[in-house]
């Protein structure tokens, strides 16, 4: 396995603390990656403890939506809008980014980012998380594969914003 456990809550802790100290788009979106990563891992295991600490993951990476959307909508306008039109733009969107962005700090902040790390790392030292086993089941596996062709099909039928999302989810979690 190329993803290393406790490096994972490490990272998670650095990057928390990071963003509490001085908010960074990309840092954000890295603790959404590992939260992700960490995600995926639970899923392939059975048992209500991972089930429910995949819940609590699934929230606090939630909490980071809005201000991920926020901060890259904020670069593509920057990037693709004439100077003038970005200026009458940006006040707009500066305050929208930090709305969103003191959702993030509350909730690095709430007891429910601890208590899921503390979980995290008790699975790590239960062996519960075991990293030379395969987390994903080769009869799992093939579902996901065949959730993520029929996401595929629905996305290109349908072409809206809804079926790229499902797709974008699946391929996330094949």
Partial sequence: MNFDLQQASTRLKELRTSLV??????????????????????????????????????ALAHATSGARDWDTLYASASDCLQPEQFSALQPALDAQRECARARVYKMLHEKQWLTSLRRWDALIETNELDPDSPSVAPRKLATRLKRTNAAARKAVARDDDEHWHKLRIAIKEL
């Fill in 21 to 58: 100290q001085n908010y960074n788009d990309e840092e954000l979106h890295q603790l959404r990656v590992t939260l992700r990563r960490m995600r995926s891992i639970l899923r392939g295991l059975p048992g209500g403890k991972a089930r429910k600490l995949r819940r609590r993951l699934g």
